[in-house]
């Protein structure tokens, strides 16, 4: 099998594998599931790690944005695409390789929180080179999959190759960066199949939250505290023995603090053992009362470090 039938032949079974995941989940749809975010909304904060040698240490900045919401023509399915930004600060607690800035864009289900493509836009860069890799132009829920047709990698000196019409020669190097941006995604989906990024703001103590491999449970509604001191009423939710929420890791729990107004993320603590990641907010936009429009698979670490290489490579020719 030649370069891109091996391709294409990979991008099927990682659209057949995500769909099988989201026909599965759909069975289990909870109350607490039906999302109600607005485009415009988000959540600007600090990740800080504590262990027995540090204390609230700065580890990077996480921006967490509703970027855009739409219908799909294809399909009944309506989406949120909400961003997280990650700006790394120590490459000690948390690294991407070469890279310093990590953004992703999932792709959300409205009415049950799917996570359908954890990074539908994935970007990777540094102070010397950025690639971004995307299906998201394309807003039909086939075209979202159909790598072949719709993948596009733009490079941050503004060139731009679509997958389908490039040269050979141009497809066997972004080839390589497709490839990576395609198990990215089935590396995350398994553990994401319900997106820790959001709940519905309907949700009650006692209400369980969907999440893998265990239920998630509400246990209240404190207020939490941004950096500056404003305070927000929040909805807590703990997790146990699951994969973390923003550290990219296997956690004994992690509590998510979701904003009662949108249901957006607003804080979390993950605890490790000992050790404690906690994100903590400095910067909220809330916004709501707006309809929602209708017009418009942790392998992650792993993949990530062979993109690093793959651009190390490139340099050296």
């Known amino acids: 099998m030649n370069r891109k039938n091996t391709f294409l032949a990979l991008a099927v079974l990682g659209l057949f594998v995500t769909s099988i995941y989201v026909a599965d989940v759909s069975k289990a749809v909870l109350v607490t599931d039906q999302l109600d975010l607005v485009v415009g909304t988000y959540v600007n904060g600090k990740q800080l ?25 294809d399909t009944s399915d309506s989406l949120f695409l909400v961003k997280v930004t990650y700006n790394i600060e120590d490459s000690v607690f948390m690294s991407f390789g070469d890279f310093d800035v990590l953004e992703m864009t999932h792709v959300i289900v409205k009415t049950n929180r799917t996570d359908i493509l954890p990074a539908g836009t994935l970007y990777l860069g540094n102070d010397t080179f950025g690639v971004t890799i995307t299906t998201l132009h394309n807003t039909t829920a086939y075209g979202m999959y159909d790598v072949e047709n719709n993948a596009k990698v733009t490079f941050d000196n503004g060139t731009e190759y679509l997958y389908r019409t490039a040269l050979p020669a141009i497809q066997a190097v972004i080839g390589e960066y497709l490839f990576g941006w395609l198990l990215f995604n089935a590396g995350l989906a398994p553990y994401w199949i319900w997106t820790y990024l959001a709940i519905s703001p309907t949700a009650n103590t006692g209400d369980d939250i969907n999440y893998t491999p265990v239920l998630g449970e509400v246990m209240g509604k404190p207020a939490v505290l941004l950096s500056p001191g404003d305070s ?18 296997d956690a004994s729990s992690v509590e998510v603090f979701y904003d009662a107004k949108t249901g957006l993320l607003l804080k979390t603590i993950e605890h490790f053992g000992t050790d404690k990641a906690e994100f903590i907010p400095t910067e909220v936009k809330n916004v709501v009362g707006i309809p929602f429009s209708t017009t418009a698979i942790v392998a992650a670490l792993t993949v990530l470090s062979t993109l690093a290489l793959i651009v190390r490579k490139r340099k050296t020719k």
């Open 49 to 73: 790690y504590t262990n027995t040698t540090v204390t609230d240490h700065l580890v990077a900045y996480i921006d967490i944005a509703v970027e855009d919401a739409y219908a799909t023509s």
């Open 232 to 249: 927000y009423d929040s909805i807590h939710v703990l997790y146990d023995t699951t994969i973390s929420a923003l550290a990219f890791d």
